[in-house]
């Protein structure tokens, strides 16, 4: 397959186009680091960005992140650096991680911030909640807080902002919501600071048989509360499944660490999940699943308050 790399990007078409037309600039500035490129395929399943699977004539594979969708775009230089430098970070350590293979930051070759790093084994696979599962997500999360934090790396920012504190119009339990609102107006509990993920979940975890071969999506990676990680996995999971498999995800990530829960972080994630004043949801958006995350929070406060 050849590329000409004269067709701009995200030139607009009626028909869809093809991601090796759509995003040609960055693909050829991928080739300068795998050769030629062969093959284009893309990811589905992500919210910030255009994820394209790679493949160079000599059969090296790599995975292309280009910063492509709003509000992401706008901070993707940021985003894009952070990964770039914490995979190289995880390079020496026992998480699977991707490996960083190029950074255009600003976007000076691909039009938008565009990280290209290594292609992982395996596939994300939600559906994957029975015990041995849990479990291995539960070892892999606690790997990860197990890996040294430099002091380069940004202090967790709350993304349940004071502009979320808004009872969602499909509430069934307005009450639960100003509870929760009220209880994120005080301050948080005290915690050990470690080097988390700050988007571990089903969607970024990749397996191949029964085991977890790679934790992808590193660009929210912070210092802050272990058991943010462990909140946000268990809401995605008990929005999708129920709160029983979200609790023996917590269950057994305790086990693994001795760390007790923090039922106040589990508040802050939830949410965290609602949109701003004016903005779709991004992660619940049907009736199913906002009954789940709002009978998630109420469980939470439940343990919260005693």
């Not at 301050?187 to 992808?216: K, M, S």
Request: glycine letters at 8%; aromatic letters at 8%.
């Amino acid at each position: 397959m050849s590329v000409d790399p004269t067709i701009p990007v995200g030139r607009a078409r009626r028909d869809p186009v093809p991601a090796e037309v759509e995003h040609a600039r960055a693909i050829q500035w991928a080739a300068g680091v795998l050769g030629p490129v062969v093959e284009v395929r893309e990811l589905v399943g992500g919210w910030t960005s255009t994820m394209l699977a790679l493949t160079g004539d000599a059969g090296r594979r790599a995975v292309l992140r280009l910063m492509t969708r709003e509000p992401w775009r706008t901070h993707g230089g940021a985003l894009t650096a952070r990964e770039s430098e914490t995979q190289r970070m995880l390079a020496d350590s026992s998480v699977p991680a991707p490996r960083t293979l190029a950074l255009d930051a600003h976007g000076d070759h691909c039009g938008v911030a565009a990280h290209l790093m290594s292609l992982l084994p395996g596939a994300t696979d939600v559906t994957r909640v029975g015990e041995a599962d849990l479990i291995a997500l539960a070892r892999t999360l606690a790997a990860v807080h197990e890996v040294p934090a430099r002091r380069s790396i940004r202090e967790y920012q709350s993304w349940a902002w004071e502009a979320k504190f808004r009872v969602p119009p499909w509430a069934r339990d307005a009450g639960v919501w100003r509870d929760a609102f009220a209880v994120l107006r005080t301050e948080p509990p005290a915690y050990r600071p470690c080097f988390i993920h700050r988007d571990f979940q089903p969607r970024n975890v990749l397996w191949d048989g029964d085991g977890v071969t790679g934790v992808v999506d590193w660009v929210e990676t912070s210092i802050g509360p272990a058991w943010l990680d462990v909140a946000h996995c268990s809401t995605n999971i008990a929005v999708v499944h129920g709160d029983p498999a979200a609790d023996s995800f917590a269950a057994a990530y305790v086990r693994q660490t001795g760390r007790e829960p923090a039922p106040y972080f589990d508040v802050m994630d939830i949410v965290g999940f609602l949109p701003p004043p004016g903005r779709r949801a991004f992660f619940t958006d049907s009736a199913p699943e906002n009954r789940r995350l709002e009978d998630r929070l109420r469980l939470v406060l439940q343990r919260l308050h005693g």
